[in-house]
């Protein structure tokens, strides 16, 4: 069993920066592909990051390549998303996500992942 607990959010202005972070029980977090997803009001839940093959690989969405970064402390057990240069777009509920396995496109669908967070609010001021 894989338990997700996100932290970190809360308000950020337009063109500052917040860190998610995603503590992880079970395996030891090298056995998982790792994920960010969040979900506006209104929206379908749409994917931000994932890191896969231990970090070997990243995936961003094109709205946060270059502002958004995903790593993985196996130590720590934790995932984090470092937010920068913050929208008022990325305001959402943010969820870290877990699967043993995916590939490809599905790596970047909700669909591809088994374990999810309760999820973290992240409120960006226009």
């Known amino acids: 069993q894989v338990t997700l607990v996100e932290s970190g959010g809360g308000s950020g202005q337009s063109g500052g920066s917040l860190k998610l972070s995603c503590l992880v029980s079970?395996?030891?977090?090298?056995?998982?592909?790792m994920a960010w997803f969040r979900q506006a009001p209104g929206k379908d839940r749409e994917f931000v990051a994932a890191n896969i093959w231990n970090g070997a690989n990243t995936y961003y969405a094109d709205s946060v390549k270059d502002r958004f970064a995903i790593v993985r402390d196996n130590d720590k057990q934790t995932v984090t998303l470092q937010m920068n240069s913050l929208k008022f777009d990325d305001t959402a509920q943010y969820f870290c996500?877990?699967?043993?396995?995916?590939?490809?496109?599905?790596?970047?669908?909700?669909?591809?992942?088994?374990?999810w967070g309760q999820g973290t609010q992240v409120i960006v001021d226009s």
């Open positions: 996500a877990a699967t043993q396995y995916c590939s490809g496109a599905e790596c970047r669908t909700s669909g591809g992942y088994g374990f």
């Open positions: 079970g395996p030891p977090l090298s056995h998982l592909y």
